[in-house]
């Protein structure tokens, strides 16, 4: 059984930075497509950028509300891929989530939540 845990949560200013990565133990996570989603309470789940598998081209997706500002990675040898978050604003506060959608089915980590306020 397939196992994500992100982490890196914590409580921000605005304008400051945050690293979340989604580790996945016993896993190999580069030949996924990974994805991170945040939930803020009372609002539905946004996914805010994606990761193909290092077999295909990498290629990355953000959604206009992070673009510029997030940065999505992988780094095979240590099996993980992170979120890079700068210039962080009040409305990024929300619980964050890591994605590997399967053939067979989509699996999510417990989520890590991501509080920016001064």
């Known amino acids: 059984q397939l196992q994500l845990v992100e982490s890196g949560g914590g409580l921000v200013q605005p304008g400051g930075s945050l690293r979340l990565p989604c580790a996945a133990p016993?896993?190999?996570?580069?030949?996924?497509?990974i994805g991170w989603f945040r939930q803020a309470p009372g609002k539905e789940r946004e996914g805010i950028s994606c990761?193909?598998?290092?077999?295909?081209?990498?290629?990355?997706y953000y959604s206009d509300s992070v673009k510029g500002r997030f940065t999505i990675s992988r780094d095979d040898a240590k099996n993980t891929v992170y979120l890079q978050m700068n210039n962080l604003k009040p409305e990024d506060t929300a619980v964050y989530y890591c994605?590997?959608?399967?053939?067979?089915?989509?699996?999510w980590g417990q989520g890590t939540q991501v509080t920016v306020s001064s």
């Open positions: 990761i193909s598998s290092s077999d295909s081209d990498g290629s990355t």
């Open positions: 016993g896993s190999s996570l580069e030949y996924y497509a």
């Open positions: 994605n590997l959608k399967s053939q067979v089915a989509d699996y």
